[in-house]
């Protein structure tokens, strides 16, 4: 082997042991990084259980409204078939805090739903980002 060939090889060494130098430096960045995310994983699973309950809280206050509601379409429905009316002013006064109440759970169901979609939509592009191979996806 020439001189030459020789003085190659070893810039040639010398290159690589810079580059992988980097990619060290570069592994443990991510290392770092990928201990973090599994932190924020852990923060994450807590979040969506929050969003869970708020969901459940949600779809509580809807049957409650339901039954509301329906309470008081039954009193309608007793006056107008001769009931005595008696309760006809209290019936006006429940309807209008009917009426806020369906206001403020329309509010809440729109916040919830821009919420849910904007969480899903970003937890579905991360999911995309691992790929299963064939054999995970027949499990």
Sequence with gaps: MSDNNHAEMHQSHLAWNSERAFWREDLSSWQHELARAFI???ELDADLKRHEQSLRQHASALRLNEEAVDTHEHSLAIYERGGDGADLPLLAKKHREERTKHEQLR????????????VIAHLNLLLKAFPKTKSENKK
Excluded: V, Y
């Excluded at 509010?107 to 849910?116: F, G, Q, S, V, W």
């Design 40 to 42: 924020s994983l852990k």
């Design 107 to 118: 509010a809440l169901h729109e916040k919830l739903k821009r919420r849910h979609h904007f």
